[in-house]
Structures are given as structure tokens and as C-alpha cells.
């Protein structure tokens, strides 16, 4: 299994969504106030100074309007977009944010910060006279902590990178990696994080452990989810699963959630019958009393249907059916690995996720709408990873209930399908519009005698069609480089 993981205590990116909820329009009162007090709460336990002046500081607080530092209470507006590596939430409405800036308070905070850098830096110094080069390594590792700790972020990576360049134990050197990616992800910074997964990558392949290499699988699948990769992200999310032990990435909850849906907006319905509908860690979740007493025994492994191939004849849906209730809330504390994580899940409410998996594979397109809905209220909106990408995966989502639909016919009536789907024609019109004119749907619309006519090529021509694009892109790359060199040979002459 190899060494334990180190450095995994620090940053705490559940700090990193409470700061996202006391920002985001979406939440609730309730929510708000429960993500300030928690915030207040861990800031004056481990004397979080840099990062409370980052967050509230009447003039350099990100919380806080330009140019306000009359204010003794931090406030954020949309008309001053914050950076792209911003921990907070951003393109929506104004909102106050009741974060009050306390100066005694942050100097206190400053003073034990410094109290404690004397110490580490005593701890080195009799580790340099008295100990060898492991101790003076510890020491260093106790000041990186320390400034992960506190949300110091440039003066964190620079201490992680030069306990790196002094370290020559593998294992080590991806726990530094790993600290280094959580801290780009605490602040939002995707490039950071993209540069060190590479570099994760390239120390695993050259033998790192089991744990760490699933570890690393569960951090690649994160970013790729936050760039919108979620095509890249499904399979690696999904194999998480069942081995997951990243639990300073995420709680096991908010992975399943994560799983769930890049699986559903990227499969093919036959990966997406057998890797999530019937996978049995997502059963043991969103299943009935039944599938989840077989998930957890063991007794559920691809489902009698995991060879299905074919659509459901959505002339066989039954639009009035309602999905079997899944359970309202599901603590994953006990779930998805032996390590325990550190503190307890609050229970999630599945059932809009569970209506989503299940109305999407049984064709129950009117509930699929509703579940979709329900996805973007409870899960889309409300989380930092997601909410970047909800408008993206709502429409892609559509998308993929219109695709399924029409695949079973040559022709449907609008006014029919518009009943299926439980929205009205004008709004089925205008939608399938879009994505027939970007060529997501291989239909068109007769409006006038309120039809849907599909024509999907079959594979001879589609091919014939391809190799004629690609032909015609190549032929014109060669003109413009048979111009490049005729006039390179003029300059010449």
C-alpha cells in the first residue's frame, strides 16, 4: 500500500464551499448564515489571518467593494468581477455579505501567526546543529502546513516546492504534488492545478503506490469536471467509487453526486446502463430499499439489464408514472472506503438525482424535466465545481432527452412530443431549433403540419460526408502554404 499520505491535512476545501455559499445568490438565509459562522468559527481557531484579510478587509478584501474602505462590513457586487483564481462566486446578482472586518481581532491573529512562524523557525535551526537532514525536513514540512493552514497561498506553494527540490522519497514528492493541486483548487486556480496533474501523473508512472495512483485518479477527474471535460471525467470519477480514500478532496457524498452526473451527461446509454444505473456504489445510494440492502450486500454486480443495448420505444413511456422514491437523505459516512473520513457528512438529499437516472433510462421524459430542474436547484446551483458549468449541463441534458426520443422515430408529431416532454410547442420549437441549426440533431421542423422529420445519415454517407470536410480543410491549408513559399522564393529573388 506504501507510506501514509502527509500534507493532506491542509488546505480544508469544505472551507473554500462555505466561503462560495456565503457568496452565491442561490443559497438560502439559512445556508448563509450556517457558512459565516462556520467561516468565523475556523478562522479564529487555526488564526487564519491572511486569509481573513483576503476575504475582509474594507479595502483589499475580495468580499468587499472597490474603494470602500469607510465600511466596517464586507460586501460583494457584481460590478467588480473578481479574478479568475477568486475563491468566491461570480456572474450573478449583487449581494451583501454580512462579514464583518474586525481589525483587533486580525491583529491578534497576526501576532500568534508570528509567535508560531519563531517557533518552526527555532525547530529548524536546532534540527540544522543538533539533527540530521530528516529533521530539518519535518521542520520545513511544519512551516508549509502552517501557511496551507492559513490560506497564505504564494508563500504555501514556495515552502511545498522547496521541501520538493530537498525530498527524494517518491511517495513524498506526490503528497507535496497533491498539496500543491488542493491549494490551486482552494483558490480556483484551474492553470495551477492543470501543470501539477501532469506532474502528479509523471511521478505515479514512475512508481507510485496504489493509494497514491487512485488518489491521484480522484483529483484528475475533479479538475477535469471543473473545466467542463466531463466526457474525460466520467471514468475516472465513476472508478473512484469503489476505492476512494481522498476524503481532503472531497466528503464520498459529493463524489457520488459528481459521478452521477458526469456519467449521465457523457455515456453512451449502454455505459450509462451498466456504470451508473446499475453500478452497485451508486445503487447502494439512489436505489430503493431493496437495490440498496443488494448493493451493500454485494448481491447486485451489472443488474439483469446490463446488455441492453437498445432505447426504450418511447411509444411504450408512460408520462403519468412516477419513479420509484428514492431515499430522502443518505449519510455516506460508512461508505466507499475503510478510512474513516474526519467529520461526520451531513445527510444529502438524493431524490432529485435519483428521479434524474432513473426518468432518463425508462424514457419518463416529464419527469426527467422535473428531476432536471430539481438537479439544477439542489446540486448545480449550490456547489462550487458545479455552478460555473449549470447552464451548460442543463442544455446539454435536454439535449440528450431529445436525442433519445427522436431516435426511435422517422417522424413525431410536435404537438406529441411537446406533451411527452411536458413543455409547451413554442418552447420545444424554439429549443430543437438551436441544436438542429448547431447539427447536435439530425432532424428538421415542418411547423405548418406540426411535425419532426429525422434524417439521420447512415454510415457510408456520413463517412463520404467526413472525408469531403476534412479533403476540402486539407486542400486549403496547402493553398495558403504554396502562397507562403511562392512568396518567401520572391523575397529571395
Known sequence: MGSDPQYAKYPDLSLAQHIFTLTNSYSTPVSRQ??????????????????????????????????????RKASFSSSRRPPTTSIISGRRPSIDVEFPWDEELYEKLKADN?????????????????????????????????????????????????????????????????????TGIFFNDKLLVKKNIERAKTLVESGGDWDRR??????????????????LAAPLLLDSLSTFTSYELCSY?????????????SLKRVDFKSKVVDAPEIRAILGDGEDKLAALSGAVAAGPGAGDEEMKDASNTNTSATPTPAPTAVNLTALGSSTAPQELEAPVDFTP?????????????????????????????????????????????????????????????????????????D?????????????RIPCTIDRVN????????????????????????????????????????????
Not at 427 to 438: E, G, P, S, T, V
Request: charged share 25%; glycine share 8%; aromatic share 10%.
Open 114 to 182: 508570528e509567535a508560531e512562524l519563531e517557533t518552526f523557525q527555532k525547530e529548524e535551526e536546532e534540527a540544522a546543529e543538533k539533527a540530521g537532514e530528516t529533521e530539518i525536513q519535518a521542520a520545513r514540512g511544519k512551516r508549509a502546513e502552517f501557511w496551507s493552514r492559513v490560506g497564505e497561498k504564494d508563500k504555501a506553494l514556495s515552502s511545498y516546492e522547496a521541501i520538493f527540490e530537498k525530498t527524494g522519497i517518491l511517495g513524498t514528492r506526490i503528497d507535496l504534488v497533491l498539496a500543491i493541486i488542493r
Open 427 to 439: 418552447f420545444l420549437d424554439r429549443d430543437l431549433a438551436k441544436f438542429i441549426a448547431a447539427d
Open 253 to 265: 457524498s459529493s463524489l457520488v453526486v459528481y459521478s452521477v452526473l458526469a456519467g449521465s451527461v
Open 353 to 425: 438525482l435519483a428521479g434524474l437516472v432513473r426518468s432518463l433510462y425508462m424514457g419518463n421524459y416529464s419527469a426527467f424535466f422535473l428531476a432536471l430542474a430539481a438537479v439544477e436547484e439542489n446540486f448545480l446551483s449550490q456547489d462550487r465545481y458545479l455552478y460555473e458549468h449549470r447552464g451548460w449541463f442543463v442544455r446539454e441534458m435536454r439535449l440528450r432527452g431529445y436525442q433519445q426520443l427522436l431516435q426511435s422515430y422517422r417522424v413525431v408529431g410536435l404537438g406529441s412530443m411537446a406533451k411527452d416532454f411536458g413543455i409547451s410547442v
Open 450 to 493: 406540426g411535425i419532426i422529420e429525422t434524417n439521420r445519415p447512415d454510415d457510408k454517407n456520413k463517412q463520404y460526408s467526413d472525408v469531403v470536410k476534412q479533403g476540402d480543410s486539407l486542400i486549403t491549408k496547402l493553398q495558403k502554404y504554396g502562397q507562403a513559399v511562392r512568396l518567401r522564393g520572391s523575397e529571395r529573388g
Open 214 to 231: 487512485n488518489r491521484l485518479k480522484a483529483y484528475q477527474g475533479l479538475h477535469l469536471l471543473t473545466v467542463r471535460s466531463y466526457s
Open 34 to 71: 450556517t457558512s459565516l459562522k462556520k467561516l468565523q468559527d475556523v478562522i479564529s481557531e487555526h488564526k487564519m489571518a491572511p486569509l481573513y484579510r483576503y476575504l475582509a478587509h474594507p479595502t483589499d478584501g475580495c468580499l468587499n467593494t472597490a474603494g470602500e474602505s469607510s465600511t
